[in-house]
């Protein structure tokens, strides 16, 4: 067992640190209320090689890691959440989902772009009728000669505005007897005919984000753009989620530690009763939990992490590590707030804003509930991964790099 992170890891925590404290924070709370995000958010990422950091070099990625993967949102999110959003969808929910499960052509038409920034890519799994409940998606793929008419609506979709090509999930056996086996996966290119995209507005969090929603209305989409085969789209969606999950687990655990330094900093100058609030027992025990939770969270996300690196199924674990770091990064936040009294409740302090966004997390992919039953249903032996058609690669640097 090996707890160190590697030269490369390190390489690439201080290029996104660096990025995160030169060029987003000192501007992130204008876009926050502004309620938009940055124009040159997007454009750096691509430039730095961020949206593509974990692919294959040979698909136009940066070669690192699954670990460098978590690494990065960590350190994206501790500057805002919005940033390890973006990670999320365009690297975890389709990028990597497009190595796994792409053909070569996809991987050369799709892939290789996005790994290289030209391009933006998002997710389409929940529906207004339909979020935690998958099967229940009414929106519909039906075949016709030469592909696909896709019908519906996506709702909550981060980037839906600002992306250009989108992974959905559609129903193509409307008479499927479980209705989980009637779905398919596409690769939707945005400017399609029949394609209208909306942001969403007044969010509670991530508000120099983008969320917003895809109608489908009539959009031909070629045969060529069916990920996987028919009838896969249900397995495709929860192994993306494996990838997603692992990103919301290593970004939460980068908010509680932004909440743990801007609680120890706070408690350091405030003074009360004549001496830093620091020196109160009640206020220790805040920080003391917020250190708890950062280094339980980190070795949840990094095991997760090594086992991607290696080949093995982590269903189980990256569901754990993202239960348990988006809870504590909301509990983290929540007590940043009690430790800055009035100011943590102003924009004046990062803290409100860490709270905002921490609820999110543990909504969106699989709210907290649905990975209790996911943990209770593993221990009590009601819940088994049986093997996938396609498994994420394992990380072998020869193929990755070269
Ligand atoms: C900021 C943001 C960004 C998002 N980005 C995306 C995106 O890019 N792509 C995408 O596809 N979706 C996205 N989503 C949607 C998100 O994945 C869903 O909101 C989530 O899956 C929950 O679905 P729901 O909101 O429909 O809640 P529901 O499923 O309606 O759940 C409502 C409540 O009931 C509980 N519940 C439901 N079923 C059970 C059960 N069986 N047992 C116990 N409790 C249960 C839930 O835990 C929750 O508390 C995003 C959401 C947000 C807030």
């Given at each position: 067992?090996?707890?160190?992170l590697?030269e490369?890891?390190?390489?690439v925590q201080?290029?996104?640190?660096?990025f995160?404290?030169?060029?987003v924070?000192p501007?992130?709370?204008?876009?926050?209320?502004?309620?938009?995000?940055a124009?040159?958010?997007?454009p750096?990422?691509?430039?730095l090689g961020i949206?593509g950091i974990?692919?294959?070099v040979?698909y136009g990625?940066?070669?690192f890691d699954?670990?460098?993967?978590?690494?990065?949102?960590?350190?994206l999110e501790a500057?805002?959440?919005?940033?390890r959003v973006v990670?999320s969808?365009h690297?975890?929910?389709n990028?990597?989902?497009?190595?796994t499960?792409g053909?070569?052509e996809?991987k050369?038409k799709?892939?290789?772009?996005?790994?290289?920034?030209?391009k933006?890519a998002?997710?389409?799994?929940?529906e207004?009728?339909?979020?935690?409940?998958?099967?229940?998606?009414?929106g519909t793929?039906?075949?016709?000669a030469?592909?696909y008419?896709?019908?519906?609506?996506?709702m909550?979709?981060s980037?839906?505005?600002k992306?250009?090509?989108?992974?959905?999930v559609?129903?193509?056996?409307?008479?499927a007897?479980?209705?989980?086996?009637?779905?398919?996966?596409?690769?939707?290119?945005?400017d399609?005919?029949g394609?209208?995209?909306?942001?969403i507005?007044?969010?509670?969090?991530?508000?120099?984000g983008?969320?917003g929603?895809?109608?489908?209305?009539?959009?031909?989409?070629?045969a060529?753009n069916?990920l996987?085969?028919e009838?896969e789209?249900f397995?495709?969606?929860?192994?993306?989620?494996d990838?997603g999950?692992?990103?919301?687990?290593?970004?939460?655990?980068g908010?509680?530690?932004?909440s743990?330094?801007?609680?120890?900093?706070?408690?350091?100058?405030?003074?009360a009763?004549?001496r830093?609030?620091?020196?109160?027992q009640l206020?220790q025990q805040?920080?003391?939990?917020m250190?708890?939770k950062?280094?339980?969270a980190r070795?949840l996300?990094l095991?997760a992490?090594?086992?991607?690196?290696?080949?093995q199924r982590n269903?189980?674990e990256?569901s754990?590590?993202k239960w348990y770091?988006?809870?504590?990064?909301?509990?983290?936040?929540a007590?940043?707030?009690?430790?800055?009294?009035?100011y943590?409740?102003?924009d004046?302090?990062d803290?409100?804003?860490y709270?905002?966004?921490?609820?999110?997390?543990?909504?969106?992919?699989?709210?907290?509930?649905?990975?209790?039953?996911m943990?209770?249903?593993?221990a009590?032996?009601?819940r088994?991964d049986?093997?996938?058609r396609?498994?994420l690669p394992a990380?072998?640097?020869?193929f990755?790099?070269?």
């Amino acid at each position: 067992m090996d707890f160190q992170l590697s030269e490369e890891h390190r390489m690439v925590q201080n290029m996104v640190r660096e990025f995160s404290q030169k060029e987003v924070i000192p501007t992130i709370k204008e876009w926050d209320r502004k309620q938009e995000m940055a124009p040159n958010i997007l454009p750096r990422m691509a430039e730095l090689g961020i949206l593509g950091i974990n692919i294959p070099v040979r698909y136009g990625g940066q070669g690192f890691d699954y670990i460098s993967l978590g690494l990065v949102c960590e350190e994206l999110e501790a500057a805002d959440t919005t940033l390890r959003v973006v990670m999320s969808v365009h690297m975890g929910l389709n990028s990597m989902a497009l190595l796994t499960w792409g053909t070569e052509e996809q991987k050369q038409k799709f892939l290789v772009p996005q790994a290289k920034g030209e391009k933006y890519a998002c997710f389409g799994l929940t529906e207004p009728g339909a979020g935690s409940d998958v099967a229940g998606m009414k929106g519909t793929a039906k075949k016709v000669a030469d592909g696909y008419v896709l019908n519906g609506e996506k709702m909550w979709i981060s980037l839906a505005t600002k992306a250009h090509n989108a992974l959905v999930v559609m129903r193509t056996d409307m008479d499927a007897k479980d209705p989980h086996e009637g779905l398919s996966a596409f690769i939707v290119e945005l400017d399609s005919k029949g394609v209208t995209t909306g942001d969403i507005h007044g969010k509670m969090g991530v508000r120099a984000g983008s969320t917003g929603w895809i109608a489908m209305q009539d959009v031909h989409v070629p045969a060529e753009n069916l990920l996987g085969e028919e009838g896969e789209g249900f397995k495709i969606a929860m192994s993306c989620l494996d990838n997603g999950r692992y990103t919301v687990a290593a970004g939460a655990t980068g908010l509680i530690r932004a909440s743990l330094e801007a609680s120890v900093k706070y408690a350091n100058e405030r003074k009360a009763f004549g001496r830093e609030i620091g020196k109160f027992q009640l206020v220790q025990q805040k920080i003391a939990y917020m250190v708890q939770k950062y280094e339980a969270a980190r070795l949840l996300y990094l095991r997760a992490g090594w086992m991607k690196n290696q080949g093995q199924r982590n269903t189980r674990e990256t569901s754990l590590s993202k239960w348990y770091a988006t809870d504590a990064s909301f509990e983290a936040a929540a007590e940043a707030v009690q430790v800055h009294g009035a100011y943590g409740y102003s924009d004046e302090y990062d803290v409100e804003r860490y709270l905002r966004n921490s609820k999110g997390a543990v909504i969106y992919e699989g709210t907290s509930e649905v990975h209790q039953l996911m943990q209770a249903g593993y221990a009590l032996g009601y819940r088994e991964d049986g093997p996938l058609r396609c498994e994420l690669p394992a990380y072998d640097p020869d193929f990755w790099q070269n």
